[in-house]
């Protein structure tokens, strides 16, 4: 009888992929790539771990914030999915900073995906742009995006890695903790009137979880990508088509002062920014075609 001998362990290796910050969008992304990579899960929750593993992903408990707990991840992964934010306050983000530290160690991967916040470009009054704006954060939140930004682009030069940064607008589906207007609507928030009304962008959790698996794939070195859908909506009237579409009365609308007045610091501070935003790269570069390419697909879904 013909005897074969196994095959070399680097051809049945499966690739591995680090997702560091694994909540909603973290689990899509498992679900998407198990069984063809595996998958490890950092989290700082241990009660999170059963849920880890039963999604497909292999948990790993450490903490950004205790850069002595991240020193395993060296040499780990093949590449890295960074969805974890920054801390709530200061200017920078020492997050990303201990993350980039710990892969420096040994073995960098070979990719590194990072998903930033369109809050980086600041107010664009309304403008259409691509991702070659330059960025003008207004806010601490955001100051704190350009600052990992920043980071992982000279980790990216530094140690020849292909890092993708990944500007992302406002993320929505129905089975999305806090993703569906719906709760705003029932809540009775008011929105601007139509004469002071910002543009706002969006993003289907599926489509974003699907842009990070193409960015893995195909992302190009140290590149911006906007991951946004087609949709061209002011804040006002998205929420008027989600009232209509759940049969739901349409927020009141309300003028600038009073806005000041009502609503709270973080909610005025996405009512004060208006941009428009270009996703060519998303669709020629990372070749995504969009499953909800409007708000409209995605709420009917």
């Known amino acids: ?126 403008a259409r742009f691509d991702e070659t704006r330059p960025v003008a954060p207004r806010s601490d939140r955001a100051r704190r995006r350009v600052d990992a930004e920043a980071r992982v682009r000279w980790f990216g030069r530094a140690f020849g890695v292909r890092v993708s940064i990944l500007r992302i607008p ?51 070195p140290q590149r911006v990508v906007h991951v946004s859908d087609h949709t061209e909506l002011k804040m006002g009237d998205y929420f008027d088509l989600a009232a209509d579409l759940c049969g739901l009365p349409r927020p009141p609308r309300i003028g600038g002062v009073q806005a000041r007045e009502q609503l709270a610091p973080t909610l005025l501070s996405f009512m004060s920014e208006s941009r428009r935003l270009k996703n060519g790269r998303l669709l020629r570069e990372l070749r995504l075609r969009l499953r909800y390419p409007t708000v409209r697909e995605g709420l009917l879904a």
């Open 170 to 220: 406002g993320i929505y589906a129905a089975d999305r903790p806090g993703g569906h207007p719906r709760e705003r609507l029932l809540r009775g928030t008011p929105v601007l009137r139509a004469e002071d009304d910002v543009y706002t962008n969006h993003i289907h959790a599926d489509d974003l979880a699907r842009a990070c698996v193409a960015a893995i794939a195909r992302g190009k």
């Open 1 to 126: 009888m013909l005897q074969t001998s196994p095959a070399p362990a680097v051809l049945r290796r499966r690739p591995r992929l680090l997702i560091v910050g694994c909540g909603d969008v973290g689990l899509r992304v498992v679900r998407l790539l198990v069984p063809r990579w595996k998958v490890l899960a950092l989290t700082s929750q241990p009660g999170r771990v059963a849920e880890l593993r039963a999604a497909g992903a292999v948990p790993l408990v450490a903490n950004l914030d205790e850069p002595a707990s991240l020193t395993r991840l060296a040499g780990l992964a093949d590449a890295v999915l960074h969805l974890a934010p920054p801390p709530g306050q200061g200017g920078g983000d020492p997050r990303t900073a201990a993350l980039l530290q710990a892969l420096a160690r040994r073995g960098v991967p070979r990719c590194l995906v990072y998903a930033s916040t369109t809050g980086v470009y600041g107010d664009a009054q309304g």
